[in-house]
């Protein structure tokens, strides 16, 4: 094999890792829905809060802090769900494994920073340090996304990108309106990225 055909035989090989790992994290569909979801689930905090910046969380009583907590548990939990079970049908229809090995490391390189983040949200939660939750949400997420997307597309890096840039402005300038921003990046980029990936790839 002389170094054209190597080249040409790399070129193949990408390729079909493209086709292969096309589309593997977060679907158009799940991104649009959990986006949605992110943006209900704002609207309510913004009601039980009575504002925007989380500081206010260690002010309400114990019933509307447990029911914050619990809505943001059942957001996150609904959209993971969701994003499981399009998942799964996008895979189908296209013929795919849902659980292949790429889709395996890709569920790899997001598991630590999100059970960093849900570590970090118990211990910052038990001694009453709420204003910086929103920020450490959407740069964790950022990375998770973020290291997620060296195995599919390039688009979920991109959203990767705002989502550490954005937590990263909530943590040292936005703190005061720390929910819009959580509505900005969880809801709005999250449909925004939804309906890119649908209008491109169908999907």
């Known amino acids: 094999m002389d170094s054209r055909e190597a080249v040409e035989h790399l070129a193949t090989i990408r390729k079909i890792m493209e086709s292969a790992t096309k589309l593997t994290v977060l679907p158009g569909q799940a991104a649009i829905a959990g986006g949605i979801l992110a943006l209900a689930g704002s609207a309510v905090s913004y ?12 002010q309400m009583p114990d019933e509307r802090r447990i ?25 189908r229809r296209n013929g795919k494994s849902p659980w292949s090995r790429l889709a395996q490391l890709a569920a790899y390189a997001m598991g630590p920073a999100v059970l960093v983040a849900v570590a970090l949200s ?18 964790l997420y950022g990375v998770a996304i973020w290291m997620a997307s060296i195995l599919s597309t390039r688009a979920p890096g991109l959203l990767g990108l705002v989502f550490i840039g954005c937590g990263a402005i909530t ?20 449909v925004a990225y939804g309906v890119y990936l649908i209008a ?3 999907g």
């Not at 029911?67 to 079970?85: E, F, N, Q, T």
């Not at 118990?122 to 740069?139: D, N, T």
């Not at 943590?171 to 980029?189: E, H, K």
């Open 47 to 58: 009601w039980l809060m009575g504002g925007m910046n989380f500081a206010a969380v260690s």
């Open 200 to 202: 491109r790839y169908g």
């Open 67 to 91: 029911s914050l907590i619990l809505l943001w548990v059942i957001v996150a939990v609904a959209a993971i769900g969701l994003d499981i079970a399009l998942t799964i049908r996008l895979a």
């Open 171 to 190: 943590l040292f300038w936005a703190a005061p309106v720390a929910l819009a921003m959580v509505a900005l990046t969880f809801g709005c980029a999250h």
């Open 122 to 139: 118990v211990a910052f939660g038990l001694r009453g340090l709420w204003e910086p939750l929103p920020a450490i949400w959407m740069m």
